[in-house]
């Protein structure tokens, strides 16, 4: 009965997943055209990338604070609009702003305003649903931002082919459509309260709590190990095969996406059957065999396949990570939420960033910099198996 009832639910948080996956996805895949015809320079596109974590990593601390007090469903239809505003602006702001950078970066900050508060809400949202499977649900919920990502790329390179690039403008509008439709679904779906008015925990209690600190820890090295591998796995490709970059992007990239989705969606249905902190422990494992294997192998075709399984290596790494704090912690409330989405794009800052100031230090080896990339997945799973050993109540 509870499943029907919030099915709604369910489909508002999936399409919010593969919203966010838009936004974050999309844009990178028309670098080089923004600096063919618009002359925007290289340095200056980096801006994108930097302000859209920069804005979630704001999004995320704030929320912390207030949306407790303003609600969920304002602030998750704040999120959808603010995606819609951003992905839509895209096709007219930068024609009508003094330089079309400015205008780029405007709808960067609106739809990563809309990935933060996504990022923050979609995932307290269905642990507030009367779920029994929730390990699976939150894992299955979390695949839909892979898909998302799979989705972008695959329709974006078929857009491209068949109506040519230079109308990306038209597809920027199609992928509005997306977030423009999911206002009505948070708008009209069941929402329920992750604790009741007072019983969540204040961001300083979450901090004078230690057990707190070790989430924090587990979310930064989950977000590294996912983020520093995914942000190289077209460079990766592209030195492997040593084919063209389209074709390289869909085999990295797209490579990684689907094996982090078909992680995250077998746990999702078979999660029941499985204790999650043994499965964490194994894809730390496997995280950082599959590391190992891209640094040091000197077989092309190993290092790309080390690189599409640590995709299905890190798929688990996000949501169980968030499973087993909101479990330990089950007053932590939004705050905690808020502040675990914080460490995670942290980490998924810091991950990539180690990667390459490694890389050029070593006179631009990569194959080193994803070796010094390998003691994110160990000291995840040394958190693990502290948190494996401790009760769920403190």
């Known amino acids: 009965m509870a499943k029907n ?18 936004c974050a996805n999309f844009l990178p895949l028309l670098y080089i055209t923004f600096h063919e ?4 320079s290289l340095g200056m596109l980096a801006l ?10 704001v ?15 304002p602030c998750v239809i704040a999120a959808e609009v603010t995606s819609f505003l951003g992905l839509a602006g895209l096709a007219v702001l930068p024609d009508l702003t003094p330089s079309p950078i400015v205008g780029i970066l405007i709808c960067v900050i609106l739809y990563a305003v809309g990935s933060g508060l996504a990022e923050v809400l979609v995932s307290p949202i269905i642990e507030a649903c009367p779920f029994d499977n929730k390990d699976s649900i939150m894992s299955l919920l979390h695949s839909f931002y892979c898909w998302g ?9 078929a857009f491209f082919t068949v109506f040519g690039i230079e109308n990306w403008k038209i597809l920027a509008l199609l992928w509005s459509a997306i977030p423009l439709f999911n206002i009505y679904n948070f708008a009209v779906c069941p929402i329920e309260k992750l604790t009741e008015d007072g019983e969540g925990m204040t961001m300083g209690q979450l901090f004078k709590t230690k057990i707190f600190w070790v989430f924090i820890l587990l979310m930064v090295c989950a977000g590294s190990s996912e983020l520093a591998m995914a942000q190289w796995a077209s460079a990766f490709a592209e030195a492997a095969l040593g084919v063209e970059k389209t074709i390289g992007d869909l085999a990295g990239p797209c490579g990684f996406a689907v094996c982090m989705g078909i992680s995250r969606l077998l746990y999702g249905k078979f999660g ?9 422990i194994f894809s730390g494992l496997l995280c950082t065999a599959c ?6 192998s000197d077989i092309p075709a190993l290092g790309l396949i080390g690189c599409a399984v640590c995709g299905f290596s890190v798929g688990i790494m996000w949501p ?3 499973s087993i704090s909101s479990k330990i912690l089950s007053k932590g409330g939004t705050a905690m939420f808020a502040l675990l989405a914080l460490a995670g794009d942290l980490g998924g800052s810091v991950g990539p960033t180690i990667i390459g100031a490694v890389s050029q230090k070593t006179g631009d080896d990569l194959r080193m910099g994803v070796l010094a990339g390998i003691g994110f997945p160990i000291v995840l799973v040394i958190c693990t198996l502290i948190l494996k050993n401790k009760k769920k109540s403190l």
């Not at 015809?37 to 925007?40: A, L, Q, T, W």
């Open 59 to 73: 999004v995320d601390f704030v929320c912390a604070a207030i949306v407790d007090k303003i609600g969920y469903r």
């Open 291 to 296: 590391y190992l294997v891209a640094g040091i």
């Open 149 to 157: 990502w799979v989705f972008v790329i695959l329709g974006s390179t």
């Open 37 to 40: 015809s618009y002359g925007i």
């Open 5 to 22: 009832k919030y099915r709604k639910t369910q489909l508002a948080c999936y399409l919010g997943f593969i919203t966010q996956a838009i």
């Open 48 to 57: 994108i990338s930097t302000l859209f974590f920069f804005t979630q990593l």
């Open 272 to 280: 029941e059957r499985v204790d999650l902190s043994k499965f964490m």
């Open 320 to 322: 169980g990570s968030i």
